[in-house]
């Protein structure tokens, strides 16, 4: 495992803290799109069914069971705990235009036509588009509070690292995975106009808000 795959999942860890500690600390949903949160959890689902089949590492299979344990924790919070908090008027993106293509896409397109590898390539593909209902929310609000953007920005920056691990791997170790890179590139895309107000308005105590 190279330094730039470590600090890729450290920032991902980050941030499913930053935001499960959020929720609990405030006892509020406010601004936090419980659809995007079900995508997630729909991810990490799909992607680890392999913790059934295989042992990698204990490493590999203590943060996948931690990915998907946070995931669903954060679903309940949500949904349940605190649901009189939680901002449904807002969180109106239709995630079966993002689910039903990608699960198609995943079908035509993957490594191998097996069930474990087509809900793998459906879990690469869905989080690359996951926080799409999260960002919509926050431009039919007009703003974010400043912890939620703590919360994007590390997630974003986990998946931009996580680029640049597969570059190092592509030179270093001669692995390429087509698949999880226009993935991630896609993911990467979407979160720019995030990385730029988070630099120029939250870092400097400003609020965020994206143009509706």
């Known amino acids: 495992m190279n330094v730039f795959r470590l600090t890729g999942d450290l920032s991902h860890l980050a941030a499913i803290i930053i935001l499960l500690l959020k929720i609990w600390k405030t006892r509020s949903c406010a601004g936090i799109s419980g659809k995007s949160q079900i995508l997630f959890a729909l991810v990490f689902t799909s992607r680890y069914l392999d913790l059934l089949t295989a042992f990698i590492s204990f490493y590999n299979s203590s943060m996948k069971v931690i990915y998907i344990a946070c995931a669903y924790a954060t679903v309940y919070l949500i949904y349940v705990k605190f649901k009189a908090t939680y901002d449904g008027n807002h969180d109106t993106f239709r995630v079966e235009f993002l689910v039903v293509p990608v699960g198609g896409l995943a079908f035509l397109v993957n490594h191998d036509f097996s069930p474990l590898e087509i809900m793998w390539t459906f879990s690469i593909y869905l ?6 209902p999260q ?4 431009s039919k609000t007009g703003e974010a509070e400043t912890i939620t953007t703590h919360y994007l920005f590390f997630l974003g920056l986990y998946r931009a690292l996580y680029l640049i691990n597969w570059i190092w791997r592509f030179y270093f170790e001669g692995f390429f995975d087509m698949i999880a890179i226009v993935a991630g590139v896609v993911q990467t895309i979407l979160y720019c106009d995030f990385f730029y107000l988070y630099v120029t308005k939250v870092l400097k105590g400003k609020k965020l808000s994206l143009p509706a």
Do not use: G, H, K
């Open 127 to 132: 989080e690359s588009v996951s926080i799409l």
């Open 135 to 138: 960002l919509f929310m926050i």
